[in-house]
């Protein structure tokens, strides 16, 4: 995986109200953890935080750009995020560093590709999973993980077991869980069948008044 730099400085916790001048001035506070260090406060660019996580995996790794000793050249990813009910407006970041050298556990988008063969007979592709958790080192976290459905017939599953990964990436589960399949089609033929059922019987319950109506008139004389 390609890391992109992300600007970031150590902050003052005291007094309080230092956290909402960081927020004034284009910045979101923010704590980094992980490989065996103690938290640290951070305060990280905001539009530039936005801009490295657009359109990218929920883990890119990220290498830190500070005048710190103590953060500069660090490897992270996003660990959590908390934003405003309404608006895409960051206030909060949990960064964790990670060790290159030491495999880590991370959830990595799913993407199906390909048309599946139940489709032509009138199935509906559905994933059951869009994401799957993965084990490996950071700089082979793949941004994405592309799961071919081609085979897949009406009923067919794919397991997690099934998918193809890259170099030394691992899925991690404990049950083999099913994550696409393909389901049939789903407008019933009921509704048609008992409609010409209907149809056929009409004619026949006229006839049959029909043939009723004499006898009716023979029985009155």
Same mark, same amino acid.
């Given at each position: 995986?390609?890391?992109?730099?992300? /600007?970031?400085?150590?902050?003052?916790?005291?007094?309080?109200?230092?956290?909402?001048?960081?927020?004034?001035?284009?910045?979101?506070?923010?704590?980094?953890?992980?490989?065996?260090?103690?938290?640290?406060?951070?305060?990280?660019?905001?539009?530039?935080?936005?801009?490295?996580?657009?359109?990218?995996?929920?883990?890119?790794?990220?290498?830190?750009?500070?005048?710190?000793?103590?953060?500069?050249?660090?490897?992270?990813?996003?660990?959590?995020?908390?934003?405003?009910?309404?608006?895409d407006y960051i206030v909060h970041v949990d960064l964790y560093?990670?060790?290159?050298?030491?495999?880590?556990?991370?959830?990595?988008?799913?993407?199906?590709?390909?048309?599946?063969?139940?489709?032509?007979?009138?199935?509906?592709?559905?994933?059951?999973?869009?994401?799957?958790?993965?084990?490996?080192?950071?700089?082979e976290i793949p941004a994405a993980i592309n799961v071919d459905?081609?085979?897949?017939k009406i009923h067919d599953v794919l397991h997690v077991s099934?998918?193809?990964?890259?170099?030394?990436?691992?899925?991690?589960?404990?049950?083999?869980?099913?994550?696409?399949?393909?389901?049939?089609?789903?407008?019933?033929?009921?509704?048609?069948?008992?409609?010409?059922?209907?149809?056929?019987?009409?004619?026949?319950?006229?006839?049959?008044?029909?043939?009723?109506?004499?006898?009716?008139?023979? /029985?009155?004389?």
């Amino acid at each position: 995986m390609d890391t992109v730099e992300l /600007a970031c400085e150590q902050r003052n916790i005291r007094p309080k109200g230092l956290i909402n001048r960081v927020r004034r001035d284009g910045g979101v506070p923010g704590v980094m953890y992980g490989n065996g260090g103690s938290a640290t406060a951070i305060a990280v660019p905001s539009q530039q935080l936005k801009e490295r996580l657009h359109s990218s995996a929920s883990h890119r790794l990220i290498r830190l750009t500070s005048g710190s000793a103590d953060l500069n050249g660090k490897h992270v990813i996003v660990k959590a995020l908390q934003k405003k009910p309404v608006g895409d407006y960051i206030v909060h970041v949990d960064l964790y560093e990670v060790d290159l050298n030491k495999p880590l556990r991370v959830s990595v988008a799913l993407h199906f590709v390909g048309r599946a063969a139940g489709l032509v007979d009138g199935g509906i592709l559905s994933p059951l999973e869009r994401e799957i958790d993965v084990e490996c080192l950071p700089l082979e976290i793949p941004a994405a993980i592309n799961v071919d459905v081609t085979p897949l017939k009406i009923h067919d599953v794919l397991h997690v077991s099934a998918i193809k990964l890259e170099g030394n990436v691992k899925p991690i589960f404990d049950k083999d869980f099913p994550v696409v399949t393909v389901l049939p089609p789903t407008v019933s033929e009921a509704p048609a069948a008992a409609a010409a059922a209907e149809g056929e019987a009409a004619p026949a319950a006229a006839g049959a008044a029909k043939e009723a109506a004499p006898a009716k008139e023979a /029985a009155k004389k």
